[in-house]
């Protein structure tokens, strides 16, 4: 998503990461059309070896993020009876929660921002996905259309009111409810968006990732992988959602990234972690449930 105040920075890739996406990705030749040759996402998975490093290491990620977001909270304490407050403490604040796994929280502050400044509410797109994540999916998908009349270039906007559609009332209903864009946006949006429409695989949309300039493909990359991932979540496919996700957690470019890249690498990270807290026997879908190991402080 786009922020209106706070550019994103772009990064480049790390060679190790391209090293790591030659195993894991059989990119098509030229001369192979990507919806034909391309890989399957649950490639993306390697050997039990890697595997295990890419754990360890997101665990370390984990640990450093949620120490950081209750260091926040720390920061921005709840005001006091009779003190008044700010956007920019219930802004923080409602990163914090969100980043910790506390979904209904952070919808309350970001709620609390809007009710201090009404001229927020339309480009507030945490908002949106915050209430999808407090399975409110409805609310959510109300906010991703007023969004829709602040920006209707955005894509990903669009992205997130298909998710919410869906988690409402299923996979067709959100495919009539698509909105409709007639200008390109930033790849990979709109073949993530021929996905949902049913017109392009989800390897395709990997495998387009690789197509473009040297200097946006980890930007592409975490894009395509997370959406992908968010996406067979939701569809109920763990294997692909659990090995998309963690190339996205593992994506150096949406870590360090500006604001909206990094809250989407959050929102990334706090799925996957979702996932892998719930027993393989049990099926699986987008549920509120956060990271069962966050614990903010208050």
Known sequence: MKSPDIRSRFCRVRPVWCCLLSVILCVPSASTSAQDASPSPAAAVGSSEADAASRKRIEQLNTEARAEATQRLEKFPLP???QPSTVSLWSARGDADMFLGNFAAAETAYRRMVELDPELDASH??????CFFADH???GADQFEKYHSFDS??????IWRYFC????????????QLLRYD??????????YQLFQGSLTAEAVI????????ETRAQRQFYSFLYVGLNASLEGDRKVAEA???QAVLNDWGRRAGYGPNYMWHVGRLELNRLRSVPRAAPVSCTSVGDPSDNPVR
């Open 137 to 139: 999916a409805k609310a």
């Open 165 to 176: 559609h869906h988690r409402a009332s299923g996979r067709e209903t959100a495919r009539q």
């Open 207 to 214: 495998a387009a990732a690789e197509s473009g300039a040297e």
């Open 183 to 192: 200008k390109d946006d930033r790849p990979p949006f709109r073949e993530v």
């Open 125 to 130: 797109w945490r908002l949106g996905i915050a």
């Open 244 to 246: 998309t996700l963690s």
């Open 80 to 82: 006091a009876d009779g």
């Open 153 to 158: 270039v955005d894509r990903e906007n669009g």
